[in-house]
């Protein structure tokens, strides 16, 4: 046993997030003497895991809100409990860490009942920490949460929960049984794939592996049954006996979309074939990441690839780095935008640099979300200074105690840059943020090439709004004047849009003194050196290849930050 046994991964210790769901049974003799079986899931609270949210709801009855009794209610509380609520749960609202000299449980209390609009007072009180008043919770599950129900010899009917791989049994695949019971040795069949398949293994966590012969009603539990692709296994999918199907499928969910698009290469070109491994491996295992091999001519070949947010682009990113031991570089992250040519058809838009030639174009939607932030009222001036430089439009302003709630349509690429670390960074940690896609709108948007020595590097080729363009072309030509190195020639570096240049730094050149050894002698001698060098620079601009260290290409794509 060690400390938050369930948050497996190194980073979710380290970083203290919940990354990936993960399920665990306990049995608990209650105070009327009964014993009572409890199917636990561990959810993560981050906007970008949002799916593993949606899918544990869909499997369980109950939920127990968690809120900080010294924070109050966060953002992302609020969206996760809208989302319990449609799928008809019975919701305990819990006040965490009321050891602490600063919790405030009836503020927090007065604040849930405003804010989302639950009754919270009979919220427990407890610490996780120390374990007071755990005991209570145990006791609100079993009275306040209303026990599952299912008919046991109706035919089979389960909901496909997750799946994942394992080297040696294949995919493992996580189901909450609504009717029927799932045994070993029976033949089953996966109603959206069409697969057929003979169980394997039955079992349940504990949070380890328990083997059993068979699942009921109710319970959530894992099986094996050789299948060898996690591609598969739908997550949502409704899993039936082949004999004995059940009419009619579960009406599952919606799968994971990844709204944020980014390009990762190998810093040596030459570990392109662990890379390809490693994120298949990582696939089998995350289903909402997504990806597709490109080429660029600054950084040979590597993946595009589709995430659900920033932070999920952040851990995949960092597990492949640690968990295969490659170091990558990844380009400026990206949207999808939906571009509608002259000639009627419209394209999605996943890279920058894929875009058509500006004449072809009839126009470009970009993605908008509601954005809703929750700040205390010393910081509201500077998130809203923020959510207006990055052409938001105020849709609410309420506020709960003293904290203002904030409603914001904000295009959806303004916000995958940094918009989180900034606005974590204006209100000093406290402000809480969530969204949600709301659709598509059009945009006038342009495409800024950056040109290093007149050619094009296409890793920094971006999508900017026009009015926008200049700023932000001038600050990153400003920034890589300093990033790269001098070379032996003059480098110019240019930000344009089309063929037109709307900023330009010059990168002077290293001078190396070859009229050192001329002492004294005709000037013309120093002069013939002199335009012997100058043509020889001239040549070598022509010619010479500008190598841009990684490093720049970091900092330039974080350009924003400052």
Not at 335 to 343: A, E, K, P, R, S
């Amino acid at each position: 046993m060690k400390e938050q046994v369930l948050d497996s991964m190194d980073i979710e210790r380290e970083r203290g997030i919940t990354i990936k769901a993960q399920t665990v049974r306990l049995d608990y003799k209650a105070k009327d003497g009964q014993l009572y079986q409890l199917n636990l899931i561990d959810t993560p609270g981050h906007v970008d895991f949002a799916y593993e949210v949606n899918r544990s709801l869909a499997a369980c009855e109950g939920s127990l809100l968690v809120v900080d009794a010294t924070q109050g209610v966060e953002a992302q509380t609020l969206a996760n409990v809208y989302q319990a609520l449609e799928n008809n749960h019975e919701v305990v609202p819990v006040l965490n860490k009321i050891d602490l000299p600063a919790s405030e449980p009836e503020r927090v209390r007065a604040q849930i009942e405003e804010v989302i609009g639950l009754d919270a007072q009979d919220a427990i009180e407890i610490s996780a920490k120390t374990g007071k008043g755990v005991e209570n919770v145990l006791e609100a599950i079993v009275q306040r949460l209303p026990p599952p129900r299912g008919d046991a010899a109706a035919p089979l009917k389960a909901l496909l929960v997750d799946s994942w791989y394992d080297a040696y049994l294949g995919v493992v695949v996580l189901v909450r049984i609504i009717d029927g019971t799932l045994s070993k040795g029976q033949r089953i069949r996966l109603m959206l794939t069409g697969g057929s398949y003979q169980v394997d293994r039955v079992g349940i966590f504990r949070p380890k592996q328990e083997m059993r012969d068979r699942l009921g009603p109710g319970e959530i539990g894992f099986f094996t049954a050789s299948i060898r692709q996690v591609a598969d296994t739908r997550v949502g999918d409704t899993i039936t006996d082949e004999k004995r199907p059940t009419e009619k499928a579960l009406s599952g969910f919606q799968p994971a979309q990844p709204v944020v698009f980014c390009g990762l290469f190998p810093v040596d070109s030459g570990d392109f074939e662990d890379l390809r491994e490693a994120v298949g491996k990582l696939r089998l295992n995350d289903a909402s990441f997504e990806y597709e091999m490109e080429t660029s001519a600054a950084l040979g070949f590597g993946f595009r690839c589709g995430f659900l947010g920033l932070l999920h682009l952040e851990i995949i990113r960092e597990r492949l780095e640690r968990e295969f031991n490659i170091d990558l570089i990844a380009t400026a992250p990206s949207v999808i935008y939906h571009v509608y040519l002259t000639d009627g058809t419209m394209t999605e838009l996943h890279n920058p640099a894929d875009m058509p030639e500006a004449q072809k174009i009839a126009k470009i939607d970009e993605p908008w979300i509601e954005a809703s932030i929750l700040v205390p009222d010393e910081h509201l001036g500077a998130v809203l200074k923020l959510c207006e430089d990055r052409r938001g439009r105020q849709k609410n302003l309420t506020y709960a105690g003293n904290r203002a709630m904030l409603v914001y349509a904000l295009p959806l690429n303004e916000v995958v840059f940094d918009f989180y670390d900034r606005l974590k960074s204006v209100s000093r940690g406290y402000a809480s943020f969530d969204y949600h896609i709301t659709g598509y709108e059009e945009g006038d948007l342009v495409k800024m090439a950056i040109l290093v020595n007149d050619e094009p590097v296409d890793a920094l080729s971006v999508i900017v709004n026009r009015s926008r363009a200049e700023a932000r072309g001038r600050a990153m030509v400003e920034k890589l004047k300093d990033l790269i190195p001098r070379h032996m020639f003059k480098i110019p570096i240019q930000a344009a849009i089309g063929g037109k240049v709307i900023a330009r730094e010059t990168l002077s050149a290293l001078r190396k003194d070859v009229t050192a050894k001329c002492y004294g002698g005709d000037i013309t001698r120093k002069r013939k050196l002199l335009e012997k060098q100058k043509a020889g620079k001239k040549k070598m601009r022509s010619f010479g290849k500008v190598d841009i260290p990684q490093e720049a290409f970091i900092a330039a794509l974080k350009m924003d930050a400052d």
